[in-house]
């Protein structure tokens, strides 16, 4: 039986990410999968900048360290996330000595001490690197995090020198969710034209692909592929996942603070088969879609093995339970895998 790693070959490379759970074994039937299905392994957590470099004098390698022992046993290619992102960062990056905001030399020297220790300790071990993550909002404006109030735009500049100083053959990519939104796209595309004319590196731009069950369309997939294709970079699905609820960002009204009911899990006697049959469509619409650009799309990575696991139990909305993975609550190996086996 081909696993999606294989009948991707040649094509792009198929990961997923990985948790601590999977990773030790302690997961075992979850961390059996990732070992026979996937090509590629990213950290859903373990290497960004909270886990990682908690305090400023303080590493936590080992987490991090177990990932790249787990990939090199696997033989899987290992990629780095994230390296500067406005959430899951620790507040200590942007605090000064007087306990007013850090000045911005502070923080771009907090900044590449902290991506010259990650990158510098993984070079040559990991394929590339989410240099910058989330820095735009849906309409293209910049994200209004802490690196940009003390460093403006440029934080994202320095942020690519650093990670190309700490490892000068470690790919660069730029990533974001809604990157399918045409006003964002475009936003990225003038990031990516102004790093290349700074003489920076950049590879690719990760396209997270958080989807749900109408947007992002088909065509508005597409149209994001071309314009990142014309600006002469590659593109990588990074964080694949189709959320088979009913979805508040598609007008759904949904409580966000019930507490255990029946809306908390809708689907806990078995997904209606109607719902089953679009999500299985829109899961092959998109392969399909990743397919068409393979010449330009590097990695389709999914954000999670099973629907136990996945992010999306809990988000957007705290407590309810999600069906978006490619293995089952049992570990499963559900029909829609075959079927994208055979489209590759
Ligand atoms: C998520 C993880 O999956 C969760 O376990 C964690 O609690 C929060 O972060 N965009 C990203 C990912 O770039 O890092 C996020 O991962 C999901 C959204």
Redesign the pocket.
């Known amino acids: 039986q081909k696993t999606l790693g294989e009948a991707t070959k040649g094509k792009f490379l198929f990961g997923t990410?990985v948790?601590m759970q999977q990773v030790n074994g302690v997961n075992a039937a979850e961390s059996a999968i990732i070992a026979s299905e996937f090509s590629a392994i990213v950290a859903?957590?373990d290497m960004?900048p909270q886990p990682i470099h908690p305090a400023e004098d303080r590493f936590n390698w080992d987490n991090a360290d177990k990932i790249v022992a787990f990939a090199e046993k696997n033989k899987q290619t290992l990629t780095g996330?994230?390296l500067i992102?406005h959430?899951?960062v620790p507040n200590w990056f942007f605090v000064g000595e007087d306990g007013k905001p850090a000045t911005p030399e502070v923080l771009k020297e907090r900044m590449r001490k902290h991506i010259h220790a990650v990158v510098g300790r993984y070079k040559g071990k990991i394929k590339g690197w989410?240099v910058v993550?989330?820095a735009f909002e849906d309409n293209g404006s910049y994200r209004n995090s802490k690196f940009y109030q003390i460093l403006g735009k440029d934080f994202i500049k320095y942020a690519f020198q650093f990670a190309h100083e700490a490892d000068p053959n470690a790919e660069l990519y730029y990533?974001d969710?809604n990157v399918e939104t045409p006003s964002k796209c475009d936003a990225i595309v003038q990031l990516v034209k102004e790093l290349k004319a700074a003489g920076l590196r950049i590879d690719a731009v990760g396209s997270?692909s958080?989807m749900h069950m109408i947007n992002p369309t088909v065509e508005a997939a597409e149209a994001s592929f071309k314009k990142l294709k014309a600006a002469g970079v590659h593109i990588l699905i990074?964080?694949w996942d189709i959320s088979i609820l009913p979805s508040p960002y598609e007008g759904a009204n949904i409580s966000t603070n019930f507490s255990y009911s029946k809306e908390m899990d809708p689907y806990r006697d078995g997904v209606p088969a109607d719902v089953q049959a679009k999500w299985n469509k829109r899961m092959l619409d998109m392969f399909n879609l990743f397919l068409k650009y393979d010449d330009v799309i590097d990695r389709v990575t999914v954000?999670?093995v099973t629907d136990n696991g996945t992010?999306l139990n809990g988000?957007p909305i705290r407590g309810r339970m999600d069906y978006p993975m490619l293995f089952d609550r049992n570990n499963k190996r559900k029909p829609i895998v075959d079927q994208m086996i055979k489209l590759a």
């Open positions: 990410a948790n859903e957590n960004k996330h994230c992102w959430s899951q989410d993550n989330e990533n969710y997270q958080h990074t964080e954000w999670g992010w988000f």
